[in-house]
């Protein structure tokens, strides 16, 4: 079984720039979290989606936004790119989010110059 | 969710029993405990979780104590493949879709 895959591996913009990242989840996993690591700040929750749906938030600015495709592929934006956005961003995927555990992809690593 | 205090760092010499304790006085009873690592580079890879009884599978083993306010996270025999930062997670399964709370974790290095 083919495990989670992020695309691009590697990323270079400039500042106000904007991203697109892209993920497959698990076959049959619905369920696609996001997730930022930073040096500073560790690691933290951007936003999961379900069944195409935003179910849950972390504490990030508007200009984070992600949607999910029927296929239960999904894909995260950052508009406006600070310096500051320089981090690996993870994707992890799961049957339905809750109990069951989260597989993550190798991430995107996201230079901003 | 509750919050977790683990030793930021350990070291294990390899084939040795590695047993990582994680504090979470705060525990409420709908919450489950989950373990996860972190090789260097690599996303975090999921290990193990329960809710109070002791739970084992072919990674480690989980040991709660009877109270829930720590656990225990066994590592058998160590390899040196086992060297990363194990994150210790608390979470309750209502509310909480798709997130999974990172502390800082332990830094763990297993010796030849």
């Known amino acids: 079984k083919a495990g989670v895959t992020q695309t691009p591996r590697y990323l270079i913009k400039t500042r106000g720039q904007q991203v697109t990242l892209s993920c497959s989840p698990i076959?049959?996993?619905?369920?696609v979290s996001w997730y930022q690591q930073t040096p500073g700040q560790g690691l933290q929750f951007l936003f999961e989606y379900f069944s195409e749906t935003q179910r849950n938030k972390g504490n990030f600015p508007g200009r984070f936004s992600g949607r999910q495709f029927s296929n239960s592929r999904s894909e995260m934006n950052v508009s406006t790119l600070e310096l500051g956005d320089s981090a690996l961003y993870l994707c992890?995927?799961?049957?339905?989010?809750?109990?069951?555990?989260?597989?993550f992809g190798p991430g995107t690593r996201l230079t901003v110059l | 969710d509750a919050k977790t205090t683990q030793p930021p760092s350990m070291d294990c010499a390899e084939g040795r029993a590695a047993n990582l304790p994680c504090n979470h006085s705060t525990i409420s009873g709908n919450e489950y405990v989950y373990w996860y690592r972190q090789i260097h580079s690599q996303g975090p890879q999921y290990i193990i979780h329960g809710l109070k009884n002791n739970e084992t599978n072919e990674m480690a083993s989980l040991i709660i104590t009877e109270d829930r306010k720590s656990s225990t996270l066994i590592l058998p025999h160590a390899t040196l493949r086992d060297t990363a930062v194990y994150y210790c997670?608390?979470?309750?399964?209502?509310?909480?879709?798709?997130?999974?709370?990172f502390g800082a974790g332990t830094q763990v290095v297993v010796t030849p």
């Open positions: 992890a995927s799961s049957w339905d989010g809750l109990l069951n555990e989260q597989f």
């Open positions: 997670i608390v979470r309750v399964t209502t509310d909480s879709w798709g997130k999974l709370q």
């Open positions: 076959s049959g996993h619905r369920s």
